[in-house]
């Protein structure tokens, strides 16, 4: 059918498709169904089916969670004390007072470090935590999702393979698909506060315009050209696509995936109210429905309830350790607009919702075949600047791993007495990606091909993090 031409009375197949599906489903849903037809199969069972990876952007003080220190020299040294966990040995800083009850499910990887420079800013380390590809690369990587997904599909048939929740942050402009087809593409939820009652994720749902009867009479609509073009191969194979796409829109396990009232009040309360803790318990609810790869990104939006706090990210430059807002000390110097780390919609939220998470997980049996990767673009500087607060950090942080076989209980490397460099076991987020990958089961010596059959060699650069393997 390329290149042909229709005259004014007449409809193209391909047009009544444009006409009849892609206002209603948008142009890439079918494409996510396609997408699924690559997918491999066989081999031995992997570790992980599915991964869900809590993004916190900003760049966390691995010295007030992680990597406590409690003999750095006092004027540079968290006020937030180091507390016992659940596990001998292992001590996190009193911000992580829920986490640590669970601690003995938790690989803590302390000695993530950047190998070269050119990813210290936020769009560049959040793209290199993305990828696993440092972003000064000359080739452009996907997402980490992005080639999970376009490898092994989704057992989900509703729901995009690659879902970002919500999505809509600056920095989530750092998502890549790279040389893949942008069908490839992660998903955003939006939502400015998930916790809204009347937040749904409208992409997904029918419009009120396109939805009953009219969406029921596209349908047949579609039904009709099938039979006047079924000889055609690839249309018959781009039919069922379509055919998932409807079932999309009319599926309630689509609903019900962002529907936090389904939900028990216990449940809603262990993971604490708010923003933070609706979006972590989104991501179980879209692991639950089996998509394949998840990326949970919150950030506290603006409410009566945080004035003045209208970058709630982790990018303490100012005033880290103030009980309230940082308010606006230097304009425009990154330390405005955020509430100090102890803060509620800060650590208190994400100490509380993290905690669930994995305990909610493990109790409903996700867990064992569920890879946890809580991560952040990068750390916080061991000294404190001269306006009370820590800069961007790549010579050391720290990244933690649950689920899926991972050995919890344990801490992955070393770094010296300030936290400021690694001293042994050093990783970097190209051995995360390859980490991610062989939980999943994706052979790592074949590659990916570009539209121009160019083959990519997509985790060639370094091995798995041995201590999260065994």
């Known amino acids: 059918m390329n290149g042909h031409r229709h005259s004014s009375g007449s409809v193209t197949r391909r047009r009544a498709l444009q006409i009849g599906s892609a206002g209603v489903l948008g142009l890439s849903l079918p494409e996510w169904f396609a997408m699924r037809s690559l997918a491999a199969a066989g081999g031995p069972a992997p570790a992980a089916k599915n991964v869900l990876v809590v993004l916190e952007q900003g760049g966390l003080s691995h010295l007030d969670t992680w990597d406590p220190k409690p003999t750095a020299p006092s004027d540079h040294r968290s006020p937030f004390k ?10 996190f800083t009193e911000l992580l007072a829920n986490t640590s009850r669970v601690a003995d499910k938790l690989a803590i990887v302390r000695s993530m470090r950047h190998p070269k420079s050119g990813a210290n800013g936020h769009p560049d380390g959040t793209q290199y935590m993305l990828s696993g590809s440092h972003p000064n690369n000359p080739f452009e990587m996907p997402d980490i999702g992005c080639i999970a997904t376009r490898i092994l599909g989704s057992e989900c048939q509703d729901l995009p393979p690659y879902v970002m929740v919500p999505g809509n942050d600056e920095q989530n402009a750092a998502a890549r698909t790279g040389f893949l087809p942008a069908a490839s593409r992660v ?6 506060d998930v916790s809204d009652p009347q ?10 315009e396109n939805s009953g009867s009219r969406l029921r009479g596209r349908r047949e609509m579609l039904t009709a050209l099938d039979t006047q073009f079924s000889t055609n191969h690839n249309v018959a194979g781009m039919d069922r696509f379509y055919s998932q796409a409807f079932d999309t829109l009319t599926s309630p396990g689509v609903e019900n995936a962002f529907n936090l009232a389904t939900e028990s009040v216990a449940t809603r309360e262990l993971y604490g109210p708010g923003h933070r803790g609706a979006c972590y318990l989104v991501g179980r609810k879209l692991i639950e429905a089996g998509v394949r790869f998840v990326t949970v990104d919150a950030r506290w939006p603006l409410t009566d309830e945080t004035p003045g706090g209208f970058n709630l990210n982790w990018d303490h ?13 230097r304009n425009k110097a990154g330390g405005e607009g ?5 803060h509620w ?3 208190g939220s994400t100490d509380r919702a993290f905690a669930a998470l994995i305990e909610d997980l493990d109790q409903r049996g996700l867990l064992a075949e569920t890879l946890v990767c809580f991560v952040t673009e990068f750390g916080r500087t061991p000294r404190l600047n001269q306006f009370g607060g820590r800069d961007h950090w790549t010579d050391a942080y720290s990244i933690v791993f ?3 076989g991972v050995p ?3 801490v992955i490397g070393r770094t010296d007495s300030e936290g400021g460099y690694v001293l042994d076991d050093p990783h970097t987020p190209e051995e995360y990606a390859s980490t991610i990958y062989e939980k999943l089961g994706i052979d790592r010596s074949k590659p990916l091909y570009t539209s121009a059959n160019r083959p990519v060699y997509f985790a060639h650069a370094d091995d798995p993090i041995a201590g999260v393997m065994s």
């Open 187 to 192: 998903f955003k939820t939006g939502g400015n």
């Open 345 to 347: 919609v800060m650590m």
């Open 402 to 404: 649950a689920g899926a």
């Open 199 to 208: 937040w749904k994720v409208a992409d997904l749902l029918p419009r009120n």
């Open 317 to 329: 430059h100012d005033l880290i350790y103030t009980p309230g807002s940082c308010g606006i000390i």
């Open 338 to 342: 955020r509430y100090g780390i102890g």
């Open 408 to 410: 919890g209980g344990r």
């Open 82 to 91: 180091p507390i016992s966990t659940n596990v001998a040995g292992i001590q």
